[in-house]
């Protein structure tokens, strides 16, 4: 149990268009979600935490502009990177908590921005 | 602010010996510790996580790690590694009674000899 999925796991798109991950709770519902963001041989930063059905909360020095997150359902929440840029190019991680002390991460995605 | 610190930054080991990576925390109050590993390419996956009780909590994959308070430490310790143990290890900290606000340690690469 606990699972938690993304997709893609890879996408190649070019600078200036926008591209959409998806995170999904397989087999529970996650009141809460969390993106993070990991650089090479770097740690996991943090970049938002959803809460379904309200708006994303932005850690700072997060473009909410830039990185849009909806959570419209308990098992969905998604990051759009808009008007994406080479910089943007990273590991974009999911988590996701349901009703445990315990965040299940997903697989992660690789973003290359060309 | 809570804060995790990982002093190796890449630990070499050969097969059949064991493994100690070491994470030392900062955090006003009890903390919520965990250990994950992530493969090259990977989501994270938890090893072990302590919340209170014995001090010493057993993981998967033949892990085990102690907490000791009075030195603000979290250690990882495996008697024998195996060659699939071979990736990088994150320790996090996070408040009491929560998954939410995990901080991550910088991480651990561990490179397993034959």
């Known amino acids: 149990g606990a699972v938690v999925s993304q997709h893609p796991s890879r996408v190649i798109c070019k600078s200036g268009t926008s591209v959409k991950i998806e995170c999904r709770s397989l087999d529970f519902q996650a009141t809460t979600m969390f993106w993070y963001r990991q650089f090479p041989k770097k740690s996991l930063m943090l970049m938002a935490t959803?809460?379904?059905?309200?708006?994303?909360?932005?850690e700072q020095g997060v473009e909410k502009d830039k990185f849009l997150i909806n959570h419209a359902s308990l098992t969905l929440s998604t990051l759009t990177v808009t008007s994406a840029h080479p910089e943007d190019s990273s590991f974009y991680i999911c988590s996701a908590i349901g009703t445990s002390y315990e965040q299940y991460f997903g697989p992660g995605t690789r973003l290359t921005v060309t | 602010a809570q804060s995790v610190t990982q002093p190796d930054i890449h630990i070499t080991v050969s097969e059949g010996a064991s493994l100690e990576l070491r994470c030392n925390y900062s955090y006003g109050a009890t903390p919520y510790l965990f250990w994950y590993v992530q493969s090259p390419g990977q989501g994270l996956q938890l090893l072990l996580k302590?919340?209170?009780?014995?001090?010493l909590v057993q993981g998967i994959k033949g892990f085990e790690a102690e907490f000791k308070r009075s030195q603000s430490s979290f250690n990882l310790r495996k008697p024998s590694v195996h060659w699939s143990d071979a990736a990088e290890y994150f320790c996090a900290v996070g408040p009491s009674g929560s998954a939410r606000q995990l901080t991550f340690g910088s991480g651990t690469q561990l490179t397993v000899l034959p």
């Open positions: 302590y919340f209170s009780g014995d001090t």
């Open positions: 959803s809460n379904e059905g309200s708006k994303a909360t932005y």
